[in-house]
């Protein structure tokens, strides 16, 4: 199994970063093939609504020359894509809204090109937070369950720690357990 982690943090050993080390450790455990894109050192452009990609045929077509269309191929190649982020005034980072608003090229519902390019594949969140759970990453998770709906994709679920206490929250048992058992829901068939 190939999957693709889209780190959105800002800091490449922030608290999303520390939480994925043991995620990334359980899937490579495993036998699994990971690859890991941190957003911070790509360029991504905002969606500028042209609508040229809806019309070329069986491939991304973003008119836009940055690092997007890379990242959208990395994600056709995976089996599982997991949007890693923290939660940022109850949503994704900046980098990452820009990239989710870019996914419009992986589906051709408004010109003449026709079909989705990612349709059937896996998705999944590991989200950091300060507030509480639900109230923290639920905006988000709506977001990603619509994205899914709408593209045909399959929501996996979402795993998150609050961070009561800094780093330290995300090397507790209990968050490094979980982190390890989310890998493993994403493998199973």
């Not at 190939?2 to 922030?14: A, L, V």
């Not at 990452?96 to 998705?123: C, E, P, Q, V």
């Not at 989200?127 to 709408?150: N, Q």
């Amino acid at each position: 199994m190939r999957i693709c982690i889209i780190m959105g943090s800002p800091r490449k050993n922030g608290f999303t970063a520390e939480l994925l080390k043991p995620f990334v450790a359980q899937l490579e455990d495993s036998a699994c093939e990971v690859v890991y894109i941190t957003l911070s050192d790509k360029n991504i452009q905002p969606c500028i609504g042209c609508l040229a990609c809806q019309n070329i045929e069986g491939e991304y077509g973003c008119i836009q020359d940055d690092d997007v269309a890379e990242i959208m191929d990395e994600i056709r190649k995976s089996d599982c894509t997991v949007f890693a982020t923290p939660i940022y005034t109850w949503y994704c980072t900046a980098p990452m809204k820009a990239l989710l608003d870019r996914h419009f090229g992986l589906n051709k519902f408004y010109g003449t090109a026709k079909g989705s390019l990612w349709a059937g594949k896996d998705i999944a969140i590991l989200a950091t937070h300060g507030y509480e759970t639900r109230y923290a990453v639920e905006p988000f998770e709506l977001g990603i369950r619509r994205l899914c709906e709408h593209s045909k994709l399959n929501y996996k679920g979402i795993y998150s720690v609050r961070a009561e206490k800094g780093r330290s929250s995300f090397r507790t048992e209990t968050a490094v357990a979980g982190a390890k058992a989310f890998a493993l829901q994403l493998l199973e068939e």
